[in-house]
């Protein structure tokens, strides 16, 4: 169902001036500068993350696979466990500083709007709060402090956004979180079965009660984990192949704009055809130059006061 004034939508498909590099997959606008939200909340909860990952890595290391009479398997399972625990930390750091589609700032001057070359009769949004010039599908982070494109939702275990230029980077995230969590889970309970069997004071250096709480612990902690990142991972997924973020399906937006069938979606979310490369967190999302030219992203000028500008009919 259409809208019945042309929104930014059909803005963005006729000018390049928020897309200044088009991009088949749809674009991903690379970022060189790095990008960090300064919010105590998301700082606190990031560390935190990181922190149980360590405690994770150090009770199979020093209580599970290190104390093993069986080298082969501490060797196969460190290594698994430590690949995969990388790739989660790796990936969390590439959601928590890129950029995830943040609109720029302050655009909303008549000079820019005019370098749009827009076509009489169409309607532009600003976003009171940041001044900026609302792409379609674009939503205000209070938290970010900037119109994010194709915002899902503002996550502060990344401190960041999750939007159109690091959905990947989280998808990942939550895919080995969810997976080592899984491998924890069962290391716990063989190394249970395998101490039940044995003497409890020759399967770990620590003291039985010292090891106990520690598997304990971290059985809770992986069973937490599992449920809730594969929650988000399947939830990530499903917004992806149905073209809708979270955001517009919490608000019940109907969708206006023209859904992007379900493989094309993710070849534009994990950025091109499959390949290993949708699993690693250091290739960047591809995009490839058009040969239009690019508007400044700075626009001189003052910034307009109307929330909703349409740009003037031609006199007959």
């Not at 290391?187 to 250096?205: A, G, I, N, Q, R």
């Not at 003291?207 to 939830?235: D, K, Q, R």
Request: aromatic share 10%; net charge negative.
């Amino acid at each position: 169902m259409r809208s019945p004034v042309p929104r930014f939508r059909d803005v963005e498909r006729q000018a390049s001036g928020l897309q200044p590099v088009q991009c088949l997959p749809p674009c991903h606008e690379q970022q060189n500068n790095m990008w960090f939200i300064k919010d105590a909340c998301g700082i606190v909860c990031a560390v935190i993350t990181w922190l149980l990952i360590v405690f994770a890595e150090c009770v199979v290391l020093f209580v599970m696979l290190i104390p093993s009479k069986n080298l082969t398997y501490s060797l196969v399972n460190g290594t698994l466990f430590n690949s995969l625990a990388f790739l989660a930390l790796a990936s969390h750091f590439r959601a928590m500083c890129t950029d995830p589609g943040a609109v720029p700032k302050g655009n909303a001057t008549k000079e820019y709007i005019e370098s749009l070359q827009l076509k009489p009769g169409q309607v532009v949004y600003k976003c009171p709060k940041c001044c900026s010039i609302k792409p379609d599908r674009a939503h205000h982070c209070s938290v970010c402090k900037r119109c994010i494109r194709k915002m899902d939702h503002h996550c502060p275990w990344v401190n960041n956004c999750v939007g159109e230029n690091n959905q990947k980077y989280f998808v990942l995230f939550t895919m080995y979180i969810s997976l080592i969590s899984l491998h924890a889970l069962v290391m716990v309970v063989f190394h249970f079965l395998y101490c039940f069997e044995d003497d409890w004071t020759k399967c770990s250096t620590f003291s039985p009660p010292a090891t106990v709480i520690l598997l304990i612990l971290l059985c809770f902690e992986g069973l937490l984990f599992l449920i809730f990142t594969s929650v988000m991972f399947g939830t990530q997924i499903h917004s992806i192949c149905t073209d809708e973020t979270g955001i517009e399906k919490m608000k019940r937006e109907d969708p206006t704009w023209e859904k992007t069938p379900t493989w094309e979606a993710m070849k534009s979310a994990f950025g091109g055809p499959l390949s290993m490369a949708w699993l690693s967190p250091f290739t960047d999302l591809s995009c490839q130059k058009d040969t239009l030219d690019p508007v400044p992203l700075f626009p001189q000028g003052e910034i307009i006061e109307e929330d909703v500008i349409e740009i003037p009919l031609e006199p007959h």
